[in-house]
């Protein structure tokens, strides 16, 4: 796993990693036993205080998806998606082909993910969008 930080967008560097860790939990890119990157190695990769991957870890363990094994690691206990669910299978292929004709059209990462929440949030607050 590879955590990314946006250093603009006000939120917290530790619950940017917790929420990376959340969402590769939920898509299946993380499943129970496997091993987070060491506090070193994210450090190393993103330039960030070793004490923001410690808190983003105990955060992940105080909600019971990881475990700290002293001198081993931390390791994922639970996921969080249906990574062997035949609709989630069929929604991805159908978004992949989504963002692919969005890319063509000349959007960018911001203009997609503006886009979708703002589509995602009306549909969940009940609000229709085919009229």
Same mark, same amino acid.
């Given at each position: 796993?590879?955590?990314?930080?946006?250093?603009?967008?006000?939120?917290?560097?530790? +619950?940017?990693?917790?929420?990376?860790?959340?969402?590769?939990?939920?898509?299946?890119?993380?499943?129970?036993?496997?091993?987070?990157?060491?506090?070193?190695?994210?450090?190393?990769?993103?330039?960030?205080?070793?004490?923001?991957?410690?808190?983003?870890?105990?955060?992940?363990?105080?909600?019971?998806?990881?475990?700290?094994?002293?001198?081993?690691?931390?390791?994922?206990?639970?996921?969080?998606?249906?990574?062997?669910?035949?609709?989630?299978?069929?929604?991805?292929?159908?978004?992949?082909?989504?963002?692919?004709?969005?890319?063509?059209?000349?959007?960018?990462?911001?203009?997609?993910?503006? +886009?979708?929440?703002?589509?995602?949030?009306?549909?969940?607050?009940?609000?229709?969008?085919?009229?």
């Amino acid at each position: 796993m590879e955590f990314r930080i946006e250093r603009r967008s006000g939120v917290p560097t530790y +619950l940017q990693l917790v929420a990376q860790v959340r969402r590769a939990l939920r898509v299946g890119a993380l499943a129970p036993g496997d091993r987070l990157p060491t506090a070193r190695a994210v450090v190393e990769a993103i330039a960030i205080n070793p004490n923001t991957v410690h808190k983003a870890y105990r955060e992940l363990e105080r909600e019971g998806l990881v475990e700290a094994r002293p001198g081993k690691g931390t390791f994922v206990l639970h996921a969080l998606g249906r990574p062997d669910s035949v609709t989630d299978g069929v929604l991805r292929t159908r978004l992949e082909d989504w963002v692919n004709e969005a890319v063509a059209a000349g959007l960018t990462v911001d203009d997609v993910q503006a +886009l979708f929440a703002d589509v995602v949030e009306r549909l969940y607050r009940g609000e229709r969008t085919d009229e």
